[in-house]
């Protein structure tokens, strides 16, 4: 079974720039989810995705940070300006239903912004 | 913040030795889980227990959940070189993940 794919894997872009990510996630996985882990910390959840519809974006920085899953299987997320302190590791996770909470992440984007 | 906290922050063994660490967390849950991270690589799932047990097992692992305290606690048995990593706990309520900060492990051989 193939796993969470994500790219880039790494990215470095000048503050003000746009940056995009993209996830796609295990086949069959109805939750797909994307966490930001900055440095030291542990990951905080930005969007929850149950088909195509939000289930949580309450912590996602609406006046910056957009995602969108169309057709209810990959995904983008995307940062419009990026600041510094966007500098982090994006990791997406699926899951087969929201219900089951264990999740699949992939290996993450790691995003520099100078 | 939410965000639940992993005790200690850092912890150093000898290969064979015992790792304990512990998290706690602030709301709610259904379930708590336990994850694994290797340095620049995603999350690895390990173990998951729900609110109403106590003990889980899982091979080398040992998990604990007191409720009333909030708390968890992670066993890794005889430690070897591969578990260095950093491990995290996460609780789930209705629709919330909440990840804590994480406990970096190293297994000295």
């Known amino acids: 079974e193939a796993g969470v794919a994500q790219s880039p894997r790494y990215k470095i872009i000048e503050k003000r720039q746009s940056v995009a990510f993209w996830c796609n996630p295990i086949s069959g996985h109805a939750t797909l989810y994307w966490y930001q882990q900055i440095l030291g910390q542990g990951p905080k959840l930005l969007i929850q995705?149950?088909?195509?519809?939000?289930?949580?974006d309450s912590q996602l920085p609406k006046d910056r940070f957009s995602a969108e899953r169309l057709k209810g299987v990959d995904s983008t997320l995307k940062i419009q300006p990026a600041k510094l302190e966007d500098s982090a590791v994006y990791l997406c996770a699926s899951s087969p239903a929201v219900s089951t909470d264990t999740q699949y992440f992939g290996p993450g984007t790691r995003l520099t912004v100078l | 913040s939410q965000q639940g906290e992993e005790d200690p922050q850092a912890l150093s063994i000898q290969e064979g030795e015992n790792a304990t660490m512990n998290c706690s967390y602030k709301t709610s849950i259904n379930n708590l889980q336990w994850y694994r991270q290797n340095s620049g690589r995603g999350l690895v799932h390990l173990i998951l227990i729900r609110s109403n047990e106590r003990e889980k097992h899982s091979g080398r692992l040992r998990v604990t959940l007191d409720t009333s305290k909030k708390s968890s606690s992670l066993l890794i048995t005889a430690s070897r070189a591969a578990d260095t990593a950093s491990y995290f706990c996460q609780g789930s309520g209705t629709y919330k993940y909440i990840f804590g900060t994480g406990t970096r492990l190293k297994v000295l051989a």
């Open positions: 995705f149950q088909n195509n519809g939000v289930v949580d």
